[in-house]
C-alpha cells in the first residue's frame, strides 16, 4: 500500500526524524552536501527513509486556528520515495477559505560535492474535492529519489478546523519531533496524552517540567513536548489496540467536560439515534405484523429478530455510532452502516417487547476509550445490549459470520457505554463463545505401494468459525486453495454449515501422500503432520504489551491409524499431561488391536496475557510443538 504523509481531518501530518537537539533545529532552504551523505544509526538498517526532524506549532491568531509545520525527510532507499507525497486537507466554501501556504524543495547530491535544488512547482500540486466544503491539497516533491532529502514547510489558517492530533511515533524512524502550543489556542480543548512519561521534552514558557504538570491557564504560557530518536511503529502480534501504545498528543475540543448522563441524554434526543430508534420502533411493528415471533420465548426472539436484520439488510462495511441514513432511505435501499442496522435491531427488539438498548464504543483498532474523557467523538460503533431470562446478550448485525450473540471481533472485550432510558453504565462487552477447532482423522497404510490414505473432518467454532466462513465465502475454489501448500494429493473436499452461523463450520476432505522414512520391514507415521502447528507463534524476545488473543481457544485432534495387515505397534510417543492456569495439554497414543489412537489438546485458558506470560506461553507452545510432532513406528512382524 502506498505511503502518503496526510494531513489528518484538520492538518495532521505523518513523518519521522532523529538526533537533533533544539539548539539544532534545521531551517528552511539550509542544506549542505554532507546533510545529503549522512548516515544514521537506525534500529531498522533497511528504513526506505527517516524523518529528521519534525516540528509543529498551534496557535490562535485573528480568529483563526493555525498549524505550522515544518518536515525533513531523508530517502534512504528507492522503496522510500512515496514517503516524498504529501496530503493536506484544507476547508473552502464561498464564504470562508482556509488560507493554506506550501514551500518544499527536494535536494540531491551533485558533482563536485554540490546540492542540485529542485523547488515545489504548481505543478506538483493538486487540490482535489472529497466533500461539499473539504478539499486535499495534493503534493508530489520533484525529482525524489534514493538519496534525496525532502523539506516541505505549510501554514494553514482555518475557522473550521480544529485542533488535530499530534503523532511521534510514526511508520518510519523519527529523529526529532516536537510540538509547541500556547494556552490561548488550547483553552476549549482537554490535552489527552499518550505515553507522556516517554517525552524527551516537557516544558512551559521554555522551563523544564516534569510530566503532567499544568500551567497557571495563562494566555501566554507557552507548551513543548518533544521525543528523539524514535523507532518506527512495527507490527505487533496479538495486539489489536497498538494505537494507545504509541505516542502522541490527542487534543478534544470541548467547554466542559462531558459525563456519561449527558451523553445519554444528548444522543435520546439525536436525530440519528434516539429518534431512530423511537422510528425503528414504530416501523418494527409493520415488518413482524406476520412473523410468528409468539411462537417463541424471549431468547428466541432474539436470535430470529438478529438473523431476520442480517438476512434482509446488508451492512456497507462502515462503522459510526448514528445512523448515516434516514430510516425510510436504509429500509428503502437494504443497505446502511453499523449505526443504520444495530439502531434498527434495538427498534425490532424493543418492538417485540425485548429489553433492548445501545452500546457505544470504540473500536478496538482505534484505541480504548478513557472513562476520564469520554467525548462524544471518541466513540465510533453501537451494538446491542438485550436481556432475557436474566441473561445479558451482545448482538451486531453487522457481522453476518457470527453466532447471534457474537459481536465482530473490532468490539470483543471493549468497554462499551450503555445507554437505557433513565441511566448508563460502563460494561465490558464479552464474547459467550471460546474458540475451538477440532479434528477428526482416520489413516490407513498400504505398505505395498507406499501410499497413506486419510479422511478428516474439521470443526470450527467461535472465531476460527468466523476465520474461516470469511476464507472460504461460499467459494469452491477458496476451499481447495486452503491445501494447496500441504504435501499430499487432495481427493475430495466439501464444507458444511457455512450459512448456519450457529453450527460450527465444517470442512471434510479427503488426501492421498506417499510415505518417507519407511525401510524395507518399518513404517514410520508422524499421525499429526498434516493437522498440528508447525511453527510457534510467538516469536518475540521481549513482550512489553499485553497478549490478545481476542477469545478462549482450544485446539484438539483425534487420529485413528489403521495397522496393516502383517505390522505391529514398535514405538508410540510417551502420554502427557499439563495443566496449568495459563494453559492445558494433553497428549495420549495407545493401540487397540489393529488400531492406534492419537488424542491431543492445546488450549488457552484466557483470552488477554499479561506480559509477564510471555515467556511461558512460548515456552508451552514450543514443548506444544515438539510434543505433537513425535512418530509413530510399525513394525513387520
Same mark, same amino acid.
Given at each position: 500500500?502506498?505511503?502518503?504523509?496526510?494531513?489528518?481531518?484538520?492538518?495532521?501530518?505523518?513523518?519521522?526524524?532523529?538526533?537533533?537537539?533544539?539548539?539544532?533545529?534545521?531551517?528552511?532552504?539550509?542544506?549542505?552536501?554532507?546533510?545529503?551523505? !549522512?548516515?544514521? /544509526?537506525?534500529?531498522?538498517?533497511?528504513?526506505?527513509?527517516?524523518?529528521?526532524?519534525?516540528?509543529?506549532?498551534?496557535?490562535?491568531?485573528?480568529?483563526?486556528?493555525?498549524?505550522?509545520?515544518?518536515? +525533513?525527510?531523508?530517502?534512504?532507499?528507492?522503496?522510500?520515495?512515496?514517503?516524498?507525497?504529501?496530503?493536506?486537507?484544507?476547508?473552502?466554501?464561498?464564504?470562508?477559505?482556509?488560507?493554506?501556504?506550501?514551500?518544499?524543495?527536494?535536494?540531491?547530491?551533485?558533482?563536485?560535492?554540490?546540492?542540485?535544488?529542485?523547488?515545489?512547482?504548481?505543478?506538483?500540486?493538486?487540490?482535489?474535492?472529497?466533500?461539499?466544503?473539504?478539499?486535499?491539497?495534493?503534493?508530489?516533491?520533484?525529482?525524489? !529519489?534514493?538519496?534525496?532529502?525532502?523539506?516541505?514547510?505549510?501554514?494553514?489558517?482555518?475557522?473550521?478546523?480544529?485542533?488535530?492530533?499530534?503523532?511521534?511515533?510514526? /511508520?518510519?524512524?523519527?529523529?526529532?519531533?516536537?510540538? +509547541?502550543?500556547?494556552?490561548?489556542?488550547?483553552?476549549?480543548?482537554?490535552?489527552?496524552?499518550?505515553?507522556?512519561?516517554?517525552?524527551?521534552?516537557?516544558?512551559?514558557?521554555?522551563?523544564?517540567?516534569?510530566?503532567?504538570?499544568?500551567?497557571?491557564?495563562?494566555?501566554?504560557?507557552?507548551?513543548?513536548?518533544?521525543?528523539?530518536?524514535?523507532?518506527?511503529?512495527?507490527?505487533?502480534?496479538?495486539?489489536?489496540?497498538?494505537?494507545?501504545?504509541?505516542?502522541?498528543?490527542?487534543?478534544?475540543?470541548?467547554?466542559?467536560?462531558?459525563?456519561?448522563?449527558?451523553? !445519554?441524554?444528548?444522543?435520546?434526543?439525536?436525530?440519528?439515534?434516539?429518534?431512530?430508534?423511537?422510528?425503528?420502533?414504530?416501523?418494527?411493528?409493520?415488518?413482524? %405484523?406476520?412473523?410468528?415471533?409468539?411462537?417463541?420465548?424471549?431468547?428466541?426472539?432474539?436470535?430470529?429478530?438478529?438473523?431476520?436484520?442480517?438476512?434482509?439488510?446488508?451492512?456497507?462495511?462502515? #462503522?459510526?455510532?448514528?445512523?448515516?441514513?434516514?430510516?425510510?432511505?436504509?429500509?428503502?435501499?437494504?443497505?446502511?452502516?453499523? #449505526?443504520?442496522?444495530?439502531?434498527?435491531?434495538?427498534?425490532?427488539?424493543?418492538? %417485540?417487547?425485548?429489553?433492548?438498548?445501545?452500546?457505544?464504543?470504540?473500536?478496538?483498532? /482505534?484505541?480504548?476509550?478513557?472513562?476520564?474523557?469520554?467525548?462524544?467523538?471518541?466513540?465510533?460503533?453501537?451494538?446491542?445490549?438485550?436481556?432475557? #431470562?436474566?441473561?445479558?446478550?451482545?448482538?451486531?448485525?453487522?457481522?453476518?459470520?457470527?453466532?447471534?450473540?457474537?459481536?465482530?471481533?473490532?468490539?470483543?472485550?471493549?468497554?462499551?457505554?450503555?445507554?437505557?432510558?433513565?441511566?448508563?453504565?460502563?460494561?465490558?462487552?464479552?464474547?459467550?463463545?471460546?474458540?475451538?477447532?477440532?479434528? /477428526?482423522?482416520?489413516?490407513?497404510?498400504?505398505?505395498?505401494?507406499?501410499?497413506?490414505?486419510?479422511?478428516?473432518?474439521?470443526?470450527?467454532?467461535?472465531?476460527?468459525?468466523?476465520?474461516?466462513?470469511?476464507?472460504?465465502?461460499?467459494?469452491?475454489?477458496?476451499?481447495?486453495?486452503?491445501?494447496?501448500?500441504?504435501?499430499?494429493?487432495?481427493?475430495?473436499?466439501?464444507?458444511?454449515?457455512?450459512?448456519?452461523?450457529?453450527?460450527?463450520?465444517?470442512?471434510?476432505? #479427503?488426501?492421498?501422500?506417499?510415505?518417507?522414512?519407511?525401510?524395507?520391514?518399518?513404517?514410520?507415521?508422524?499421525?499429526?503432520?498434516?493437522?498440528?502447528?508447525?511453527?510457534?507463534?510467538?516469536?518475540?524476545?521481549?513482550?512489553?504489551?499485553?497478549?490478545?488473543?481476542?477469545? +478462549?481457544?482450544?485446539?484438539?485432534?483425534?487420529?485413528?491409524?489403521?495397522?496393516?495387515?502383517?505390522?505391529?505397534?514398535?514405538?508410540?510417543?510417551?502420554?502427557?499431561?499439563?495443566?496449568?492456569?495459563?494453559?492445558?495439554?494433553?497428549?495420549?497414543?495407545?493401540?487397540? $488391536?489393529?488400531?492406534?489412537?492419537?488424542?491431543?489438546?492445546?488450549?488457552?485458558?484466557?483470552?488477554?496475557?499479561?506480559?509477564?506470560?510471555?515467556?511461558?506461553?512460548?515456552?508451552?507452545?514450543?514443548?506444544?510443538?515438539?510434543?505433537?510432532? $513425535?512418530?509413530?513406528?510399525?513394525?513387520?512382524?
Amino acid at each position: 500500500m502506498k505511503n502518503i504523509y496526510v494531513i489528518v481531518a484538520a492538518l495532521v501530518l505523518f513523518t519521522p526524524m532523529r538526533l537533533y537537539s533544539q539548539d539544532t533545529i534545521p531551517k528552511f532552504g539550509k542544506v549542505e552536501y554532507s546533510d545529503l551523505t !549522512r548516515t544514521y /544509526d537506525l534500529k531498522d538498517k533497511e528504513a526506505p527513509a527517516c524523518v529528521v526532524h519534525e516540528e509543529g506549532r498551534y496557535y490562535f491568531a485573528n480568529g483563526r486556528f493555525f498549524r505550522d509545520v515544518y518536515i +525533513r525527510i531523508h530517502i534512504l532507499k528507492q522503496a522510500g520515495i512515496e514517503y516524498a507525497d504529501f496530503e493536506i486537507p484544507f476547508f473552502s466554501s464561498a464564504a470562508h477559505i482556509d488560507r493554506l501556504t506550501v514551500e518544499g524543495c527536494t535536494y540531491n547530491p551533485g558533482p563536485n560535492n554540490m546540492v542540485i535544488r529542485t523547488p515545489l512547482d504548481k505543478i506538483n500540486i493538486l487540490d482535489e474535492k472529497v466533500d461539499e466544503n473539504i478539499f486535499i491539497r495534493k503534493i508530489v516533491m520533484p525529482d525524489a !529519489r534514493e538519496g534525496s532529502l525532502i523539506e516541505l514547510h505549510y501554514n494553514q489558517g482555518s475557522y473550521y478546523f480544529v485542533m488535530p492530533p499530534w503523532e511521534f511515533q510514526k /511508520d518510519i524512524p523519527v529523529l526529532y519531533s516536537q510540538l +509547541r502550543y500556547d494556552e490561548a489556542s488550547a483553552q476549549n480543548y482537554a490535552m489527552i496524552f499518550r505515553r507522556e512519561e516517554d517525552f524527551d521534552v516537557h516544558s512551559i514558557n521554555g522551563k523544564d517540567v516534569a510530566a503532567g504538570a499544568k500551567s497557571s491557564k495563562r494566555f501566554f504560557d507557552t507548551f513543548t513536548y518533544a521525543m528523539r530518536d524514535i523507532d518506527a511503529l512495527e507490527e505487533v502480534d496479538f495486539l489489536r489496540n497498538a494505537v494507545d501504545y504509541r505516542p502522541g498528543i490527542h487534543p478534544q475540543k470541548v467547554t466542559v467536560f462531558p459525563s456519561p448522563s449527558e451523553l !445519554r441524554e444528548n444522543l435520546s434526543d439525536h436525530a440519528s439515534f434516539g429518534k431512530y430508534i423511537k422510528s425503528s420502533v414504530k416501523e418494527a411493528g409493520k415488518l413482524m %405484523a406476520a412473523s410468528g415471533l409468539d411462537n417463541y420465548d424471549d431468547a428466541g426472539k432474539i436470535k430470529a429478530i438478529v438473523r431476520y436484520v442480517r438476512n434482509n439488510y446488508t451492512w456497507d462495511g462502515t #462503522g459510526g455510532k448514528y445512523a448515516y441514513d434516514k430510516l425510510s432511505g436504509f429500509l428503502k435501499k437494504k443497505t446502511g452502516n453499523a #449505526g443504520n442496522l444495530n439502531l434498527f435491531l434495538i427498534g425490532m427488539l424493543q418492538a %417485540a417487547g425485548i429489553e433492548a438498548y445501545p452500546v457505544i464504543l470504540r473500536k478496538m483498532s /482505534d484505541g480504548q476509550i478513557n472513562k476520564d474523557y469520554p467525548f462524544i467523538d471518541f466513540f465510533n460503533f453501537v451494538v446491542v445490549q438485550a436481556t432475557a #431470562g436474566g441473561k445479558t446478550y451482545y448482538l451486531d448485525a453487522t457481522d453476518t459470520c457470527t453466532p447471534f450473540d457474537m459481536v465482530s471481533r473490532e468490539c470483543i472485550n471493549t468497554e462499551g457505554l450503555v445507554l437505557k432510558s433513565e441511566t448508563e453504565e460502563w460494561v465490558v462487552i464479552t464474547n459467550p463463545h471460546p474458540s475451538v477447532s477440532f479434528a /477428526d482423522m482416520t489413516l490407513t497404510i498400504d505398505p505395498v505401494s507406499g501410499i497413506i490414505s486419510g479422511d478428516v473432518v474439521e470443526s470450527y467454532s467461535g472465531l476460527d468459525a468466523v476465520r474461516e466462513r470469511q476464507w472460504y465465502g461460499g467459494d469452491r475454489e477458496r476451499l481447495e486453495a486452503m491445501f494447496k501448500d500441504k504435501d499430499f494429493i487432495l481427493t475430495e473436499v466439501s464444507a458444511e454449515n457455512y450459512n448456519n452461523v450457529e453450527l460450527p463450520f465444517k470442512i471434510t476432505y #479427503g488426501f492421498e501422500a506417499e510415505m518417507t522414512g519407511t525401510g524395507a520391514d518399518k513404517i514410520f507415521i508422524e499421525p499429526l503432520a498434516h493437522l498440528a502447528p508447525k511453527d510457534n507463534i510467538f516469536k518475540e524476545t521481549q513482550r512489553k504489551f499485553p497478549i490478545d488473543l481476542v477469545a +478462549r481457544s482450544m485446539s484438539s485432534y483425534k487420529v485413528s491409524i489403521a495397522i496393516p495387515e502383517g505390522y505391529d505397534v514398535e514405538y508410540l510417543p510417551e502420554s502427557k499431561t499439563i495443566d496449568t492456569r495459563e494453559i492445558s495439554m494433553i497428549f495420549s497414543a495407545d493401540a487397540d $488391536g489393529n488400531t492406534v489412537h492419537i488424542n491431543a489438546m492445546f488450549s488457552f485458558k484466557y483470552a488477554v496475557y499479561r506480559p509477564s506470560d510471555y515467556d511461558m506461553l512460548k515456552k508451552y507452545y514450543g514443548d506444544m510443538i515438539n510434543l505433537f510432532s $513425535g512418530n509413530i513406528i510399525l513394525r513387520k512382524n
